[in-house]
């Protein structure tokens, strides 16, 4: 499957703390606005400096901080890669932090549904992201987060069906197509398969991302003259990228297997 985004950037993480209450009396008794600056601090922090936020989320739970430090310390933990404990964490704090707002439980359950799955545990990401579902139904990003853990499970016709259902509610997300096309190559219905990334360079022309898994889809459909084509265009749009990088590979092997099928033909013709 494609890479899904990291999603516990300093953006999306201040988005998902606006949402969120405090719970507890402690919390309470500090004034909302301030509050709220001192957990996007926090969360602005955890990205660039995990071990400085946690520091910080340490000592703001000394002084009171209830469940708003809590969450500053699940999110440092998720940046310092320690992704069990920080999805352990979100989750026991949805009960409080998501108790009267669906929207801030589910979105607090799609974080640690991404914990997980960056733990490697896709079977309680998806059971997480399903609940994050019953609270926010239809939510496209939930649908296609879904899908991606579906995918790394290997259940690709599940995966299908949430993404068919993210692009009936949103047809602009090429990342839904992509993801889609990359179920489809899973399954080897390459025709879908292209037809999807078509779809997704009309969204976003010249993607290399799309542009490389196109090649690599005509690739395993026996067109190998056709894919080379498109890791050249890779090659050429985005040399330096991890697409770039990754179409140079293909080239690269695929001469070599070029090479060695001449070499063998030759060695044939010499003993005829």
């Known amino acids: 499957m494609i890479r899904r985004n990291a999603y516990l950037s300093g953006a999306l993480a201040l988005g998902l703390l606006a949402a969120f209450p405090a719970s507890d009396a402690a919390a309470q008794s500090a004034p909302a606005p301030d509050r709220n600056r001192e957990l996007q601090a926090c969360a602005a922090k955890a990205e660039a400096n995990p071990d400085g936020a946690m520091a910080d989320a340490k000592r703001w739970q000394e002084r009171g901080g209830g469940d708003s430090a809590k969450l500053c310390e699940a999110l440092a933990l998720f940046h310092a890669g320690d992704f069990k404990a920080a999805g352990s964490q979100m989750e026991a704090l949805v009960p409080t932090l998501g108790k009267d707002d669906p929207k801030a439980a589910a979105s607090l359950l799609g974080r640690a549904g991404w914990a997980w799955l960056r733990a490697g545990d896709q079977g309680r990401a998806e059971r997480l992201y399903s609940a994050a579902l019953d609270r926010t139904p239809g939510d496209v990003d939930l649908l296609i987060d ?8 290997e259940r690709f016709w599940d995966a299908i069906a949430d993404l068919d259902a993210a692009l009936s509610r949103d047809p602009r997300r090429a ?32 993607d290399p991302e799309a542009i490389l898994l196109r090649g690599n889809v005509k690739a395993l459909g ?51």
């Open 146 to 153: 879904r899908a991606f853990a579906r995918a790394e499970g």
């Open 175 to 206: 990342d839904a197509y992509l993801y889609r096309a990359t179920a489809h190559k899973a399954l080897s219905n390459y025709r879908q398969a292209l037809a999807d990334i078509d779809s997704a360079l009309e969204l976003k022309p010249g």
């Open 222 to 272: 026996g067109n190998l003259v056709a894919a080379r084509d498109d890791w050249s265009l890779v090659r050429r749009v985005s040399a330096d990228s991890e697409w770039g990088r990754a179409a140079a590979d293909n080239l690269a092997r695929t001469a070599e297997l070029a090479g060695a099928a001449g070499q063998d033909k030759a060695k044939e013709k010499k003993v005829q």
